[in-house]
């Protein structure tokens, strides 16, 4: 009988926890493993740069929401299209700004983790 007297005020404390509390960034497993498994790819295939490059998506997805980061990614890869028609991707200062944004993110990781 006691639990069904407090449930309301259980249940209103649940309620006021922030959502962010459980995880600091949004980035699904896969583009994290994505990342790890290119930067280890680059820099080693070390326990030592498991933990780098984990640290260093870590830090990424705390300066900018996945979003942003999945905007620049694109347009980073399609910067490497030949043709005519990729060149609006190379161009264009808005999406340059873009990419500008995650350079500086990944300096910054890079800066914290290795």
Do not use: W
């Amino acid at each position: 009988m006691i639990v069904h007297r407090f449930a309301p005020l259980l249940a209103a404390l649940m309620l006021a926890i922030p959502a962010s509390s459980a995880r600091s960034n949004d980035y699904p497993t896969p583009v994290i493993v994505d990342y790890v498994i290119g930067c280890m790819a680059s820099n080693g295939q070390t326990v030592e740069m498991l933990q780098r490059c984990s640290c260093s998506i870590d830090a990424i997805g705390s300066i900018i929401p996945y979003g942003a980061y999945e905007q620049a990614e694109t347009v980073m890869r399609m910067q490497q299209a030949p043709g005519d028609q990729a060149a609006i991707f190379r161009n264009a200062k808005v999406l340059k700004d873009k990419v500008d944004t995650l350079r500086l993110a990944q300096v910054e990781a890079d800066f914290r983790c290795f």
